[in-house]
């Protein structure tokens, strides 16, 4: 064996010797165990495409019914334990993911997958399922990490415009993020582990910008007043999936589920803080406000729907959607993020209530337009709400404890952690109006 090499942590499952044995028997007239090798496989690629707990169940669920078993489920954030019962036997696995991430193109193959399974997968055997499993479970990634760098970049650009930043700041964010996110994803396809991958991107990101930013200010004579949008080319670092599934978890009192994600993203958002601390401490940067764009309210209505249709489109292909449902996430995101700004900036309602209220709206449009695309819900609501997810304040308020100026961090992780609970609120309570089997606990 070569020095080089490194052994995994986590032994492969070989799925097809479960079916070995059985030859061409359709899986309806199967043994249990493979059968269950079905319902845990499916259960194990859904969950390892970023859906929430109450998802994965219930697609298990459908495929046991069609194949008249009984199965029991318990989910957390990497990791699944069920039982299936026969009226006979029982059978009972354990299984884990290696690593967790968001693939909303590969859901949708699966949920295609589970809606078809009644009509196409019980005249099908065990083998032939697996084989077609296979064939889903290639679907890595539908984009390269260049693809992906500038995804983020745009992304970052149109978040740097959102929280009040000009050409000068959109511009370096979109450098400093586009070269960040690349890195991100070589790190990943090598299976670095999550700190290194997380301080290696923020790190270059932030450096990034401040090296144009200083170019900038000796050739060209900008001011330094534009340092304040380097937080922005960090953002695509924002854990925004799996924040929101963690509240819908909770809401469907699947705690293990709930809290492993909430934890998972707590993690990214301290080390990716921590580090754009270090790094800002480094460099001298310092998280001013924005300087005054002096817009137009239509004028700034209109960038504010573009910026945002901008914004969400990036984010759906980081999380690997299609062009089609990238393009109708973003429609939404823009809908529903412009009226959350514009009622901040026209009304007395405060900025976590406007965030409640943009989730609804996301939510209530997505279930509409689900009818008629089929794309699964999560796909375009979860996208189309990230870009609310105030990164801004969480690293403010890090910031701020940094340097021990308590009184204003207490103050910005109160605004976050407020803005944080409203999202998947607003998600929740548009499930519970527009999805009937969403709305009991059963």
Request: glycine fraction near 8%; proline fraction near 3%.
């Amino acid at each position: 064996m070569s020095d080089n090499f490194i052994p995994s942590n986590h032994m492969e499952i070989y799925w097809h010797d479960y079916a070995g044995s059985e030859g061409k028997m359709p899986i309806v007239e199967a043994s249990l165990t493979e059968k269950a090798s079905i319902i845990g496989r499916t259960g194990l690629m859904l969950l390892s495409c970023g859906t929430g707990a109450w998802r994965v169940r219930s697609s298990m669920n459908t495929i046991a019914k069609q194949l008249g078993v009984t199965c029991t489920v318990n989910i957390g954030l990497m990791s699944i334990d069920y039982t299936c019962f026969d009226g006979k036997d029982c059978f009972s696995q354990s299984l884990c993911l290696t690593n967790t991430g968001v693939n909303t193109s590969k859901l949708n193959r699966l949920e295609h997958f589970i809606s078809d399974f009644e009509r196409n997968g019980t005249d099908m055997s065990g083998e032939e399922l697996h084989a077609h499993l296979d064939e889903i479970e290639q679907l890595h990634g539908l984009y390269s990490p260049i693809a992906l760098g500038f995804a983020a970049a745009l992304a970052c650009s149109a978040f740097t415009f959102l929280l009040g930043g000009g050409i000068v700041e959109m511009f370096l964010a979109f450098v400093g993020a586009g070269v960040g996110n690349f890195i991100r994803c070589k790190l990943a396809k090598h299976h670095f582990t999550l700190f290194l991958n997380i301080a290696a991107s923020i790190s270059a990101s932030c450096l990034i910008y401040a090296i144009l930013l200083k170019l900038a200010i000796l050739l060209l004579n900008i001011p330094s007043v534009h340092e304040a949008g380097y937080i922005c080319s960090m953002l695509f670092i924002i854990p925004g999936f799996p924040f929101i599934t963690s509240g819908i978890d909770l809401a469907k009192l699947d705690i293990r589920s709930g809290i492993e994600r909430l934890t998972y993203s707590a993690i990214i958002v301290l080390v990716a803080t921590v580090f754009a601390w270090i790094m800002a401490l480094i460099l001298h940067l310092q998280p001013e406000e924005f300087s005054s764009l002096n817009i137009g309210n239509i004028t700034h209505l209109i960038l504010r729907l573009i910026a945002s249709f901008c914004g969400v489109f990036g984010f759906s292909i980081m999380f690997n959607s299609s062009i089609p449902m990238a393009a109708t996430t973003a429609v939404i995101g823009a809908i529903a993020n412009t009226l959350r700004l514009e009622l901040v900036d026209f009304t007395a309602i405060p900025a976590a209530a406007a965030a409640f209220i943009g989730a609804v709206t996301a939510g209530l449009l997505a279930s509409f337009i689900k009818k008629y695309n089929g794309y699964p819900r999560i796909s375009l609501t979860v996208p189309s709400i990230v870009i609310m997810v105030p990164g801004l304040y969480l690293y403010r308020a890090i910031y701020n404890f940094g340097i021990m100026s308590l009184t204003e961090a207490v103050s910005w992780f109160t605004s976050a952690v407020m803005i944080i609970i409203a999202l998947p609120l607003g998600l929740i309570f548009a499930r519970i109006i527009t999805d009937r089997t969403f709305r009991y606990c059963t």
